[in-house]
C-alpha cells in the first residue's frame, strides 16, 4: 500500500524543482500552456498547477526520488489530468476551477490509483493547525485565496506576497497556489508558497483579514484537506 511517510524527512521544496534546459522552476506555470494552445489552462489554470504540484510531490515522496522533473513531463502530465479529470469553467460568476471541483477530481484521481486517500474542500477559519500537520506528514497543501465578490466596490484586491528570490511584491486573487513550507518570522507565520513557477511567502494574518472581510470568505478563501485512511 502507498502511503506518505509519517515524518517529513525529506525538502518538499526540493520536490516542486523543475527544470527547463539549465533553468529552474518551483513548481508548474500555467503561462506555459498558451503557446501549446491552451488558453483556458492559462488564463484560469491554477487549480490545475496546484494539483498537479501536489502530486508531483506524492509520487517522488512515495518512491524517495531525487531525479528533476522536465518541463515537458509537467506539462504532459497536466494536460493529462486536466483531460481526464477537469473542466475549466468561464462563466460570467465562476471562471476556473471551484474549491469542490478540485476535491472531486483529487478524490477521482485517488480512487483510479487505487490510494487510500479523501480530499475535501476546508470550511471556516484558523487553518494553520491543519497546514502545520499536513506539512509535517509530509504533505503540501493546495490554499485557495478566493475571489471577493463584493470586490466592484472595493479599490484593493486580493492579499500581498513575496518573491523569496527577489523581494518583490504581487498580490494574489482569485488563486490556487501549493503551500510547501510554513515559518515563523518574528513572532509572525508565514505559508511559502509556489505559484507561476516562483516561490512566494504569504503572511498567515493577512491571509485571515482576508478570509473574514469577504463575502464568504471562510469558504472561497480555504484549504483542500487530505485525510489517509486503513
Known amino acids: 500500500m502507498l502511503h506518505l511517510p509519517t515524518t517529513a524527512c525529506r525538502s518538499i521544496e526540493n520536490d516542486l524543482l523543475i527544470k527547463n534546459d539549465k533553468k529552474y522552476y518551483i513548481g508548474g506555470n500555467q503561462g506555459w500552456f498558451l503557446s501549446l494552445g491552451y488558453k483556458d489552462i492559462a488564463e484560469y489554470g491554477c487549480g490545475i498547477i496546484a494539483i498537479c504540484n501536489l502530486f508531483m510531490c ?19 502530465f497536466a494536460l493529462m489530468i486536466y483531460k481526464k479529470y477537469l473542466n475549466i469553467l468561464d462563466t460570467p460568476i465562476i471562471k476556473g476551477l471551484t474549491g469542490f471541483s478540485i476535491a472531486k477530481a483529487v478524490n477521482a484521481y485517488f480512487k483510479d490509483n487505487r490510494l487510500p486517500m479523501k480530499a475535501r474542500w476546508g470550511f471556516g477559519y484558523n487553518i494553520l493547525v491543519k497546514v502545520n500537520k499536513s506539512l509535517q506528514e509530509g ?4 490554499l485557495g485565496v478566493g ?23 504581487a498580490k494574489i486573487y482569485a488563486h490556487y ?8 518570522e518574528n513572532g509572525e507565520n508565514f505559508f511559502y508558497i509556489s505559484s507561476w513557477g516562483r516561490s512566494y511567502k504569504l503572511s498567515y494574518s493577512d491571509f485571515i483579514k482576508y478570509q473574514k472581510k469577504t463575502f464568504l470568505g471562510f469558504l472561497l478563501s ?9
Do not use: R
Not at 484593493?156 to 513575496?162: C, H, N, P, R, S
Not at 497556489?177 to 515563523?184: M, N, R, S, T
Open 139 to 142: 504533505m503540501p497543501v493546495i
Open 58 to 76: 506524492f509520487w517522488k515522496s512515495v518512491y524517495k526520488s531525487k531525479n528533476t522533473v522536465s518541463k515537458d513531463t509537467f506539462t504532459a
Open 177 to 184: 497556489v501549493l503551500i510547501y513550507d510554513c515559518k515563523k
Open 147 to 169: 475571489p471577493d465578490l463584493l470586490s466592484i466596490f472595493k479599490k484593493k484586491k486580493g492579499i500581498e506576497v513575496t518573491d523569496i528570490q527577489t523581494g518583490n511584491t
Open 222 to 230: 480555504n484549504i483542500l484537506e487530505i485525510h489517509t485512511y486503513k
